[in-house]
């Protein structure tokens, strides 16, 4: 199984038609296409940018240097490929009001909310797969109903009123968690998880919804095809038959929640980090978007899609490693 | 497959068919009901509302139910109720707006792109694959910041992540009717390119997108009351759900209660649209092989 897989992930860089550089290379314009769309962002202020972006009752002297600083007396593609060659060497400007590097905000944010995106992915699997599993095998009776149910309601409910009911009994009632804060994970492990639990249960209740969801399917789908029945008739026991068939056509359906669910949580996060006082990348986005600190608007804006396209990179190739059929 | 596909496309609809399928499909019955309620309140707000939805006073805040106040008011003497009733028209404004938009602009852009292929489905394809690498509200917050806070703002810019999805779902349909013998047929009989795709491409491209239209309308919702949640939607004093929330949120410790109507006010519409979507889903599913 092991030496299977180690040849397939050998198979996947192989020559130049490797599924890797193929995948690279359709990333790779969709990543342009995004730090283009990112920069645009800033033509969508009206009137003179500079202006703006110096502040009310800026000195002329002040909005001719913004001008100068951010390019803005160049052409509008001179200006994005110089902020592209800066931000491909991890120059992503100054914060207008704090003066600060957006790069080093990022970074110093950016921990928070990885911390309760993963904590949450791990919730969701953890809790999302079984239910899917036993709605599967239990499919048309009660409990499936039950499951898909409470899926339901994961799907529809709004994160932060989630976040806010499990404040309101979990934290401010029983006290068994803080009510607000996060603590670097660096710093102290155990009430940096202690912190994060909350947040990433309120982040968790959609991915649970979709994992059990998309798991029952396929699973369904599975257990009803041709193929599972020629296993039961040569004798095999329907667990040898789930884990040894299933999972490979399951696996295929997980990664794409899986890169479904890092688009939707990093969306989510923006407004948890806010109902949980968390200073992560979402405080940052919505304090600059108020404030009309544009270059790290940019930034973040920059830094999420990244982390977007490079999950769904991994779950391509992934792909590739669990069935080598991928095209 | 195309054949099956085609030969199972409902039929033109006789105007049982509504009352048909709800009979049969009591979760589709109930959100359809539901929706049709909550639109039937936004459209008439102004005059069942028992209070004003701005009015203050400040010598009633946080109060609990009451004869007067049916589900208590807020943190400056508001009337919870009336405020959850005009918060409808919002919600329901704030979802057409966004997913409009993406209609508009995801539909036609996909059905081309489908149709025409070549370079320009290639161009199309790789747009649409940079779209959907934004998470929606974090867009939507980024344009809100540039163009000006507010509802309208947030909404376009929502319409605008969502265009994307529509335009996959329309470009995947219209690739494989473009296949199919009825429009060679068309062609053959010297029909124009825009006769087909009116006629026969858009009409086939149109349901599976009407079924991602209900489930993008309880994410247009969802992202309305988060956004407005933020402070980046609507604007006070106007009531939405999620700045309802907001200001609940501010008395968490005092009154926990404020938070519970307009959540489950979202809860149940988001609930109601993709209740909707999904058993749309599975009646217009050519697999489906009722009788």
Not at chain 1, 63 to 75: P, T
Not at chain 1, 212 to 223: C, D, G
Request: overall charge positive; some cysteine.
């Amino acid at each position: 199984m092991l030496s299977k897989l180690t040849d397939n992930i050998a198979a996947l860089t192989q020559g130049r038609g490797g599924l890797v550089w193929r995948r690279l290379a359709q990333v790779l314009p969709v990543l342009v296409f995004a730090t283009f769309v990112a920069f645009a962002l800033l033509k969508l202020i009206p009137g003179d940018i500079a202006l703006t972006l110096a502040g009310d009752n800026a000195s002329e002297a002040r909005i001719a240097e913004v001008r100068r600083i951010y390019g803005l007396d160049q052409s509008f593609i001179s200006q994005y490929l110089s902020w592209f060659w800066n931000a491909l060497h991890g120059d992503l400007s100054r914060s207008l009001l704090s003066g600060e590097a957006v790069a080093t905000s990022i970074a110093r944010c950016l921990p928070n909310t990885v911390l309760i995106v993963v904590l949450a992915m791990l919730i969701s699997f953890a809790i999302g797969a079984p239910l899917g599993v036993w709605a599967a095998s239990r499919q048309g009776r009660f409990i499936d109903s039950v499951v898909m149910t409470i899926a339901s309601i994961g799907v529809a409910v709004p994160n932060f009123w989630l976040a806010m009911l499990l404040i309101s009994f979990l934290a401010l009632q029983f006290g068994w968690f803080p009510v607000t804060g996060a603590v670097a994970l660096s710093k102290d492990p155990m009430a940096a998880l202690h912190h994060a639990v909350l947040p990433a249960l309120a982040l968790a209740a959609g991915g649970i919804a979709e994992i059990s969801r998309q798991l029952r399917a396929a699973l369904i789908e599975l257990l009803s095809s041709q193929q599972v029945r020629t296993l039961h008739a040569k004798g095999l026991s329907p667990t040898v038959i789930l884990w040894k068939h299933g999972m490979k056509n399951v696996g295929v359906n997980l990664l794409t929640v899986l890169s479904l669910l890092a688009n939707r949580m990093l969306a989510a996060t923006v407004v948890i980090e806010a109902v949980f006082a968390i200073p992560g990348m979402g405080g940052l986005i919505v304090s600059a978007a108020l404030q009309r600190d544009f270059p790290v608007v940019q930034g973040v804006v920059l830094v999420m899609v990244v982390i977007v396209l490079g999950i769904n990179l991994l779950a391509d190739l992934l792909y590739g490693v669990i069935d080598p059929r991928v095209e | 497959m195309t054949q099956a596909m085609n030969t199972a496309l409902p039929q033109p609809k006789r105007p049982s068919w509504l009352l048909d399928w709800l009979r049969r499909d009591k979760r589709a019955a109930i959100s359809l009901v539901f929706l049709l309620v909550l639109l039937l309140i936004a459209l008439t707000a102004p005059w069942i509302a028992p209070h004003s939805p701005t009015d203050q006073s400040l010598a009633n805040t946080l109060q609990g139910p009451s004869a007067d106040h049916w589900l208590g008011t807020d943190d400056l003497g508001r009337d919870i109720f009336s405020r959850l009733l005009y918060g409808a028209r919002v919600a329901i404004y704030a979802s057409l707006l966004a997913v409009g938009i993406a209609i508009v602009l995801g539909v036609p852009v996909g059905i081309l792109a489908g149709y025409l292929g070549g370079w320009v489905d290639t161009l199309v394809g790789r747009m649409i694959d940079t779209f959907l690498a934004f998470p929606a509200i974090v867009l939507a917050i980024a344009v809100t910041g540039a163009l000006g806070i507010g509802l309208t703002n947030g909404m376009i810019a929502v319409g605008i992540v969502f265009a994307p999805q529509l335009a996959r779902i329309a470009r995947a349909k219209t690739l494989v009717v473009r296949q199919d013998l009825y429009v060679d047929a068309a062609r053959c009989f010297g029909a124009t390119t825009r006769h087909i795709l009116w006629r026969h491409i858009l009409p086939n491209a149109l349901q599976p997108v009407i079924v991602q239209v209900t489930i993008l309308l309880a994410a247009a919702l969802l992202a309305e009351a988060s956004l407005s949640f933020l402070g980046l939607g609507i604007q006070p004093p106007n009531p939405s759900w999620g700045s309802m929330l907001a200001r609940a949120y501010q008395s968490m410790e005092l009154a926990p209660e404020q938070m519970y109507a307009p959540g489950l006010a979202i809860l149940a519409t988001a609930l109601a649209f993709n209740s909707l979507g999904e058993a749309l889903r599975k009646e217009l599913d050519p697999t489906n092989n009722r009788l």
